[in-house]
Antibody, heavy 119, light 110 residues
Framework: EVQLVESGGVVVQPGGSLRLSCAASGFTFRKYTMHWVRQVQGKGLEWVSLIGGSGDFTDYSDSVKGRLTISRDNNQNSVFLQMNSLRTEDTAFYYC????????????WGQGTLVTVSS | NFVLTQPRSVSGSPGKTVTISCTRSSGLIASNSVQWYQQRPGSAPITVISENNQRPSGVPDRFSGSIDISSNSASLTVSGLKTEDEADYYCQSYGNNNWVFGGGTTLTAL
């Protein structure tokens, strides 16, 4: 059974930093691209970032480029999101999602972790 | 980049059939597969349709998906509506290194 478990969401001040983690199990982790998708409470879903299976390819949405960094550790079956220079508009639930395998969408999602940026 | 437009809400009586549309603003709907995600209140999304019309294991066969080239849109149909189907539904597709979601549709079983 595929499981994705996020952690690391906290309350942080504007300009601050934090690191989200996603622990994966139930599939051959190194073979799959992984994504982060976020959702402002009561609003829609927004793709944030992806990382290729070997970690050699990353991409970001324009809204986070230069401030968020995705990485992964295939020995620990984990993916991370380093969040710097946080803004109030980054307040959202952050979901880790597994790529379907063909780069077109997602098949499994984690339960999400809440990041609140507030003074 | 293209936009995926969904109705804000749809409703139907238990046992009936409802359809949620997802219209692509530019580029061909058939150029990349469409996925549909269900999100119940307070829960994470789950995939109910992938590759336009494929149901992942565990998803009831009351859920079906299709695309219509003439209207450049995708549709999610829920037949035999149950109260447990009440949720937000999001369509999603890919293009130009961007994973695009529709704005979401709230399905209510009246």
């Amino acid at each position: 059974e595929v499981q994705l478990v996020e952690s690391g969401g906290v309350v942080v001040q504007p300009g601050g930093s934090l690191r989200l983690s996603c622990a994966a199990s139930g599939f051959t982790f190194r073979k799959y691209t992984m994504h982060w998708v976020r959702q402002v409470q009561g609003k829609g879903l927004e793709w944030v970032s992806l990382i290729g299976g070997s970690g050699d390819f990353t991409d970001y949405s324009d809204s986070v480029k230069g401030r968020l960094t995705i990485s992964r550790d295939n020995n620990q079956n984990s993916v991370f999101l380093q969040m710097n220079s946080l803004r109030t508009e980054d307040t959202a639930f952050y979901y880790c999602a597994k790529d379907r395998g063909d780069y077109t969408g997602f098949d499994y999602w984690g339960q999400g972790t809440l990041v609140t940026v507030s003074s | 980049n293209f936009v995926l437009t969904q109705p804000r809400s749809v409703s139907g009586s238990p046992g009936k059939t409802v359809t949620i549309s997802c219209t692509r603003s530019s580029g061909l709907i058939a150029s990349n597969s469409v996925q549909w995600y269900q999100q119940r209140p307070g829960s994470a999304p789950i995939t109910v349709i992938s590759e336009n019309n494929q149901r992942p294991s565990g998803v009831p066969d009351r859920f079906s998906g299709s695309i219509d080239i003439s209207s450049n849109s995708a549709s999610l149909t829920v037949s035999g509506l149950k109260t447990e189907d009440e949720a937000d539904y999001y369509c999603q597709s890919y293009g130009n290194n961007n994973w695009v979601f529709g704005g979401g549709t709230t399905l209510t079983a009246l």
